[in-house]
């Protein structure tokens, strides 16, 4: 398994601001991954970050909006942009430690509140 | 694109009794499925996954069985204890490469009552 961390684990934003959420996990890792869990929700996926290179984003998650970074194997970022009430959610991220094995593991999860 | 299916959304037993969460899928090449354990407040915690090469796959108290044929696999939680109280995910992927992207159940609310 590996150790992640995100920051922050909380906010409360007003709407039409920016927010920039950390990973780091404590070793390096081939795949980083940022999902998103609305309130009482399963989990949706928004992009895979990829390292020295855009993101990946899947249906229905643009760049514009969420912007990703991922400087290096350990770490990355996901901004949630110009918010709106309904980008209130849970942000995780995942990382896959092994292309053997290919298990996710989580982080602790960002808790954004949007008013 | 692959689909998932979970059942039930809530699920009450008494401490001691099994628990049983069911799930379906649609794409017939997905060929990995891992269950997540969520507790208030906490991030997903992987608890147990099964490859599209076995049917069953055991670690203590948790069970995970799989039937390719009829496209659906299910948890097992036998001995069931407050602490395994939480929300439980299925997922469902296509590893290729060096991974794949999972697709989630809609969860099921656990509730352990002692």
């Known amino acids: 398994s590996a150790v992640i961390s995100q920051k922050p684990s909380r906010d409360i934003c007003q709407r039409g601001t920016s927010l920039t959420i950390q990973c780091q996990v404590d070793s390096q890792v081939t795949m980083m991954f940022w999902y998103r869990q609305q309130p009482g929700q399963s989990l949706t996926l928004i992009a895979t970050a990829n390292q020295g290179s855009e993101a990946t984003y899947e249906s229905g998650f643009v760049i514009d909006k969420f912007p990703i970074s991922r400087p290096n194997l350990t770490f990355s970022t996901l901004t949630v942009s110009n918010m709106s009430p309904e980008d209130s959610s849970i942000y995780l991220c995942s990382v896959d430690t092994s292309p053997v094995n290919n298990e996710q593991f989580f982080g602790p999860g960002t808790r954004l509140t949007v008013l | 694109g692959e689909n998932v299916e979970q059942h039930p959304s809530t699920l009450s037993v008494q401490e001691g009794d099994s628990a049983v969460i069911k799930c379906t899928y649609s794409d017939s090449a997905s060929n990995y499925f891992p269950w997540y354990k969520q507790e208030l407040g906490k991030g997903p915690q992987l608890i147990i996954d099964i490859r599209s090469n076995v049917g069953e796959k055991k670690d203590q108290r948790i069970a995970v069985t799989l039937n390719k044929t009829a496209k659906h696999f299910s948890l097992h939680i036998t001995e069931t204890q407050p602490e395994d109280s939480a929300v439980y995910f299925c997922?469902?992927?296509?590893?290729?490469?060096?991974?794949?992207?999972?697709?989630f159940g809609q969860g099921t609310e656990l509730s352990v009552k002692p």
């Open positions: 997922a469902a992927t296509l590893i290729y490469n060096q991974g794949g992207k999972l697709i």
